[in-house]
């Protein structure tokens, strides 16, 4: 493949890059593989933010590259207008100006005439959040409250049951978000998203858990069948975020309504840890905590302390299982929104906690059949109430 950002490539060859970069190909592995630079390859994603442009189809009512064939030989036959319109079942108008557009009878080539149709009916359709500003500017001001995509399409289809003009997807929004020749939504927006990529790019992330020896750990196995099921509220699962310079923030979701807690901690030591989440337990509605479940970390090695305050029981989830407590796991994504990795979290005050957990109990989760947290919780605490 020739160098150079200016050169045009071929669709095989633009599909080849494509077909790549979803495979997750690195820019320079890409262009050692298209001899080109991975500049150039970065230049060529980044203009379309990452996703792939849709395929181009002929329409079925235009003229196939076949027909044209069939009318340059025609010419050359010197057919009539209406001897060629008959044989190939179109208008004679069609016919005639298809031959007026693109040369006249004397000059007119099949593929040449194909090929400048095919450029000329290049007409981007703009895009629902382009054509209806009132959905566009309520779609900006879920993002700016840090909704994402998905849940902002779901909210929209409740709020506006029989307006189908404040209907969009979150596919629609992403792109949107994402290729800026759209012009719809600011490109600002972007930084409201979970994860703040100038690209869109599928890939999977893993985290490997750390194992620790944890005297009269209780495992995950003992744990009750209500637990499991959710039926039961008061069940909460735990871990650390971590920040640089051994920063940490603890983490709890409660199972049933996956409302969030978020504790200020000043050191990763389990005699501090142990009691930041005491305190925190402590002011949590009466009856709404009676198990925690915890990674293998060492910070809750002094977990008897813990059940000796709170009267709930702690279980501990097998080595390298971080999946057994899955609403913290993806809780723990959410929350990299606020504190993006590599951010020292120690500057957050208890204050600053509880609001950021308040903006993430207040959206609605699809989970929950689109409630937030908060009216969950609500609805918990006044029946235990």
């Not at 200016?6 to 095989?12: L, N």
């Not at 630079?37 to 181009?56: H, K, M, N």
């Not at 007026?100 to 005439?113: F, L, V």
């Not at 603890?250 to 199972?255: D, S």
């Amino acid at each position: 493949m020739p160098r150079g950002p200016g050169v045009r490539r071929t669709p095989a060859q633009l599909n080849a890059i494509w077909a790549r970069w979803k495979a997750g190909d690195t820019f320079d592995a890409m262009g050692q593989a298209f001899g080109c630079s991975l500049f150039t390859i970065y230049d060529l994603l980044r203009r379309s933010g990452g996703v792939p442009p849709r395929p181009r189809r002929r329409s079925p009512r235009v003229l196939s590259t076949q027909e044209r064939e069939e009318i340059s030989r025609a010419l050359a036959a010197r057919e009539s207008l209406r001897a060629m319109a008959r044989r190939l079942g179109r208008a004679p108008s069609t016919i005639s100006r298809e031959i007026r557009r693109h040369g006249g009878s004397t000059h007119y080539r099949a593929s040449t005439a194909d090929h400048r149709a095919w450029r000329q009916a290049r007409r981007p359709k703009r895009c629902r959040l382009a054509t209806q500003p009132r959905l566009c500017r309520v779609v900006a001001t879920k993002l700016r409250a840090d909704w994402a995509p998905q849940q902002i399409a779901a909210w929209l289809m409740s709020a506006y049951p029989t307006e189908p003009t404040m209907h969009v997807s979150h596919e629609t929004i992403y792109r949107t978000l994402y290729i800026q020749a759209r012009g719809a939504l600011k490109q600002d927006l972007l930084a409201h998203l979970r994860r703040r990529r100038v690209m869109r790019r599928s890939g999977p992330r893993s985290r490997a858990g750390q194992g620790g020896h944890i005297v009269d750990a209780i495992s995950i196995s003992a744990r009750p069948p209500s637990v499991e099921d959710r039926a039961v509220p008061g069940h909460w699962e735990g871990d650390l975020l971590a920040g640089t310079k051994h920063s940490n923030i603890a983490t709890l979701v409660e199972r049933q309504s996956r409302d969030v807690v978020l504790v200020r901690l000043t050191g990763r030591d389990t005699t501090r840890v142990v009691r930041a989440l005491i305190r925190r337990a402590q002011h949590l509605p009466e009856g709404l905590m009676h198990s925690l479940t915890w990674d293998r970390g060492l910070e809750l090695a002094a977990h008897k302390q813990f059940t000796l305050a709170t009267d709930a029981q702690v279980y501990f989830c097998d080595p390298r299982s971080p999946w057994q407590r899955g609403s913290n796991e993806n809780t723990n994504g959410l929350l990299r929104q606020y504190f993006p990795k590599g951010e020292d979290v120690s500057h957050y005050t208890q204050r600053q906690l509880d609001v950021i957990a308040r903006k993430l109990n207040t959206r609605p989760r699809q989970t929950l059949h689109w409630k937030t947290p908060a009216e969950v919780f609500a609805a918990t605490v006044a029946l235990t109430g």
